[in-house]
Every structure is written in C-alpha cells, then in structure tokens.
C-alpha cells in the first residue's frame, strides 16, 4: 500500500509539473551524472541513432560519418575497442568510463 502512494503521488505531482509548464519537459539529471554527462551522452546519441544496434566500433564509426557527425564525435568513438560488440548507447558509454544513471530500485 505505501508503494501505491509513493507511486500515486509521483504522478500528481507530475501531472502538476506538467500543468505549470504547459506539458513542456523540466530539466534535471539522472542521480550519478551532471549536466555536462547528460549534455555529451545525447550528443554522442544523436549522432550514431537507434538503428545500428548491436555494433561494433568501425559499424559505430560508419554511421557517425555517414551523418557527418563532428570530428569531437568521431574521436570519442575512435577510444573504443575495436573488438567488443555494443547492444546500445549505456554500453559505450560505460566502455568510455562514463557515468551512467544510478539506479533507485
């Protein structure tokens, strides 16, 4: 029952969030990461996209060029082993030795 209220009252407070701002997304960060983590993490995101998983790096690298992404991105990508597979983004993210979320439950 007090699980049903935490969560219950999450989304009140929520859908008031949501009120005050007209829908639009708050800003905030994930416990474990700063701004600039959240920042470089949906960078890197942005440019290697949802449809390449599970990859390796040359396969990671090849999508970054094909979308012309920057030579800051291209750089991060070229650190990772060449001979690991990725499922996704907290993957190379974690093999960078980046901060990933905390997780609370």
Partial sequence: M??????ARRSDERLAQEAETGGALVGGTPAGMDAAD???RAELARWIGK???PA???DLLLRAAALKAPENV?????RLPGDE???????VWET???????RRF
Wanted: charged fraction near 40%.
């Fill in 38 to 40: 959240v920042a470089d």
């Fill in 74 to 78: 291209i750089d991060i990508l070229r």
């Fill in 51 to 53: 449809e390449v998983w």
């Fill in 2 to 7: 007090e699980h049903e209220t935490r969560v």
């Fill in 56 to 58: 390796e790096r040359d």
């Fill in 96 to 102: 960078l030795g980046r901060p990933l979320e905390q």
């Fill in 85 to 91: 597979l990725y499922t996704n983004l907290a993957d």
